[in-house]
Each structure stands twice: as structure tokens, then as C-alpha cells.
Nanobody, 119 residues
């Protein structure tokens, strides 16, 4: 079973930046839309950003628009999330996910990486 592996989380002060990356545990074909989700402490998992397989379409949660940028490298099936102007409310476990081709649901998920923003 393919798993996604996130990296780049950590502790940062408010106003700082972090870059998250995600790659599959082994070569995988047919990856479609990829995305990032997060789960703040004591809350449900929520959508952060997605990017289509051909990079033509990106979507962001209102809370991160203008601060976060999602990108991908199709040659490596990796997806990244550049996070700037971080706020304490961005503190969460961040998960990457991937769909197979044009499937409706995400098939592959990562284990999550902790991002903590101090005030």
C-alpha cells in the first residue's frame, strides 16, 4: 500500500514561514489531484489547499489565501505547501493527500506533520 510521507513541519514564531513537502513511499502512477489538509488541536480535519494534476487549478481555504502556496512536481509525484505570514491559529497537524486520476475521493494519505506557531 502506498503511503505519503510529509516533511518540513516544526515550531516557528508568528509571522514566520515554513515549507511542507510530501512524497509517496514508492513510485506511484496515475496520481491526480493532490491536496493539503490540517487538524487543529481539538478540532476536525479541515481543507487547506488543492492542486490539479496539470497544475492549472488551485484552490485554497479562505483562512490561508494570500499566505499559502501549493505546488507540485509531477515527475516525482511530490506536492509542497509554502506557508508565509504564519499565525498561531495555523497550528495543526498537516496532512497531504492524493487522488487517483479523476476519482472523487482521496485514496492516499500521509501520517501528518506538526506545525506549531508561537505568538
Amino acid at each position: 500500500q502506498v503511503q505519503l510521507v510529509e516533511s518540513g513541519g516544526g515550531l516557528v514564531q508568528a509571522g514566520g514561514s515554513l515549507r511542507l513537502s510530501c512524497e509517496p513511499s514508492r513510485p506511484t502512477f496515475g496520481i491526480g489531484t493532490m491536496g493539503w489538509f490540517r487538524q487543529p488541536p481539538g478540532k476536525e480535519r479541515e481543507f487547506v489547499a488543492t492542486i490539479s494534476w496539470n497544475k492549472s487549478t488551485t484552490s485554497y481555504a479562505d483562512s490561508v489565501k494570500g499566505r499559502f502556496t501549493i505546488s507540485r512536481d509531477n515527475a516525482k509525484n511530490t506536492v509542497s505547501l509554502q506557508m508565509n505570514s504564519l499565525k498561531p491559529e495555523d497550528t495543526a497537524v498537516y496532512y497531504c493527500a492524493a487522488k487517483i486520476r479523476d476519482a472523487a475521493l482521496y485514496k492516499y494519505w500521509g501520517q501528518g506533520t506538526q506545525v506549531t506557531v508561537s505568538s
